[in-house]
């Protein structure tokens, strides 16, 4: 029996830890779905609200005769780019967070971190149906729009997939250093909700950043939305983007960006952790 237990523990001990990885998500993903659908009626409303404002920004866009150099030919096309960069980042920055104040306000956290699942796997496992959701509202949106007259560049769509993960990984990033300071801080995170609101106002979702005053320009490019978000236009809309940055400097600032901030979240996050064992708070909540 002993030589089968310590038979078994080596088995665990030399599985891949990939395979590990895919198994959490794969829990997880059926951990959201199960949740959803005992809530269908708030599954179906959320669902309703991510379109909302791309049926604003088109009557909006039927008033709009002269667009900004900076937004292209097309100002529906441009705003609707614009609202599906926010939504690929929100859905990085805001899946973990909310995944983990259902942990927290369950009780489910501690369990989490005594299941054989490493903790540096949570941020990306329990984020996996926040991102099933939000990759279909996006998808969703895009068919309504094309419905609605909007003109995307089909030649575009490999490198916008490309432009799309890197915002994706730029949002898990920074969700997960919020993640950080719910664990100690047992609420959410004021700050995010802030940055939020930022990043929708500076961005250029709506408006084009060259019409902001310098100071404000500055701050735009301190956002991964903003290069998002122009990444997303220079190779979906039609229309002159010359006065933003090149797509490569776009994307090679997402890559240092993400590179950078993602193994900084994580390593915070095990801080987060292990100073909340020290002081006893991970099952008080």
Not at 82 to 105: C, P, S, V, Y
Not at 148 to 154: H, I, K, V
Request: charged residues 10%.
């Amino acid at each position: 029996m002993a030589t089968s237990t310590h038979s078994h523990l080596r088995t665990r001990r030399r599985e891949n830890p990939i395979s590990r990885l895919i198994a959490a998500n794969n829990a997880f993903m059926v951990l959201g779905w199960r949740q959803a659908i005992s809530y269908p009626l708030g599954f179906v409303m959320t669902q309703l609200s991510n379109f909302v404002p791309i049926f604003v920004f088109y009557f909006v866009a039927t008033q709009v005769n002269n667009p900004s150099q900076g937004f292209g030919s097309d100002y529906f096309t441009s705003v609707v780019i614009g609202l599906l960069g926010i939504k690929i980042l929100d859905t990085g920055l805001r899946g973990f967070g909310l995944q983990m104040d259902m942990a927290i306000n369950r009780g489910w956290l501690e369990m989490f971190l005594v299941e054989p699942v490493r903790w540096r796997y949570l941020p990306i496992a329990m984020s996996q149906w926040p991102i099933a959701q939000g990759l279909f509202a996006v998808l969703t949106t895009i068919g309504i729009t094309i419905w609605l007259g909007a003109d995307f560049q089909t030649s575009g769509i490999p490198l916008a997939l490309l432009i799309g993960a890197l915002g994706l990984v730029s949002g898990l990033a920074i969700g997960t250093l919020s993640a950080a300071v719910k664990v100690l801080a047992k609420s959410g995170d004021p700050i995010l909700h802030l940055y939020t609101l930022a990043a929708q106002i500076f961005s250029g979702v709506y408006f084009p950043i060259s019409d902001l005053p310098e100071p404000l320009r500055l701050l735009s490019y301190a956002l991964p939305q903003t290069y998002v978000i122009q990444g997303l236009r220079r190779v979906l809309a039609p229309g002159d983007f010359a006065t933003g940055l090149s797509t490569p400097t776009l994307i090679w600032t997402l890559v240092i960006f993400s590179a950078l901030a993602y193994p900084l979240a994580i390593w915070v996050w095990g801080r987060s952790l292990n100073y909340g064992r020290q002081l006893g708070v991970l099952s008080g909540y």
